[in-house]
Nanobody
Framework: QVQLVESGGGLVQAGGSLRLSCAAS????????MGWFRQAPGKEREFVAA????????DYADSVKGRFTISRDNAQNTMYLQMNSLKPEDTAVYYC????????????????????WGQGTQVTVPS
């Protein structure tokens, strides 16, 4: 059974940093592209970043480009999101997700391309 477990969220002051982790199990991690999404109260879930199965390709939302870095360690079955220069508008529950099809990096910004999701981890940046 596929499981995705996020960790690393918390409360951080504006300008600070956090690193989120997503531990995966129950599937061949290094054959699936992965993504991070977030959802703020009263808003729809939005794309943050994605990384291909091969780690050769990444994609970022414009709102986080230059501040966030997505990476993965296929030997550890773990994906990361390094978040720097955090802003109050980054406050949200952050979810990791796995794409439906192995060996593809398909429309990474579309949540419908993902069929497994973690439970989320809260990131709070007070204004």
């Amino acid at each position: 059974q596929v499981q995705l477990v996020e960790s690393g969220g918390g409360l951080v002051q504006a300008g600070g940093s956090l690193r989120l982790s997503c531990a995966a199990s129950g599937h061949t991690f290094n054959t699936y592209s992965m993504g991070w999404f977030r959802q703020a109260p009263g808003k729809e879930r939005e794309f943050v970043a994605a990384i291909s199965w091969s780690t050769g390709t990444t994609d970022y939302a414009d709102s986080v480009k230059g501040r966030f870095t997505i990476s993965r360690d296929n030997a550890q079955n773990t994906m990361y999101l390094q978040m720097n220069s955090l802003k109050p508008e980054d406050t949200a529950v952050y979810y990791c997700a796995r794409q439906r099809t192995s060996w593809y990096f398909s429309r990474p910004r579309d949540p419908k391309e993902y069929n497994y999701w973690g439970q989320g981890t809260q990131v709070t940046v007070p204004s």
